[in-house]
């Protein structure tokens, strides 16, 4: 018999942000982290035309996840490179351990591959990204800001060897160094 999680996340679906989802994206963002700033930094990408991946995710009509995946640059010069970075990512606080979010994060991933992305980042909790394959990206020499954020920030590999060579900073879209503030 399934537990009451895997049958609930079995009825969620997870499909492809519409334009009609903005409000509700707004509002699980700003539910789920108890502030507007996740909430702002989407909507922004959002009107930069930035979000690379979008997803949400839906129970019974209404949208209660949400996960986002955007371009970031790896190295600097003639030897960056480019990758894919996983978040925010959000479920409404009454959903969550419901694996809700691992459904979304095991299809933003696969939507990734899909497009022919080979490296996904992702900046996280140390004990939740590790079980979908994430490995610390700081002993690989792949680092956010600076080393104090080591182990917080993870890397994953969607075609083996896409890591070789690659090494540096990863440098987010500059919406995410912008001051935020919740309202």
Known sequence: MKNSSESLSQTVKVRRETAGD??????????????????????????????????????????????????????SGQDSRNAMALGPMAVVPELQRRRIG???????????????????????????????????????????????FDPYFFVKELEAGALAGMCGMVRYHTVFDEPQTDE
């Open 102 to 148: 691992s459904k979304l994060v095991e299809t933003g991933v696969e939507a990734c591959r899909e497009r022919g992305e080979n490296v996904v980042f992702v900046l996280g909790h140390p004990k939740y990204y590790p079980r979908f394959g994430f490995q610390p990206a700081g002993p690989k020499g792949l680092h956010f800001h600076s080393t104090e």
């Open 22 to 75: 903005a409000k509700a994206v707004f509002a699980v963002n700003r539910h789920a982290f108890d502030g507007d700033v996740e909430a702002k930094l989407v909507d922004r990408l959002r009107e930069l035309g930035e979000p690379t991946i979008s997803l949400v995710a839906e129970l019974d009509g209404r949208i209660v996840g949400h996960i986002l995946f955007s371009r970031v640059t790896v190295g």
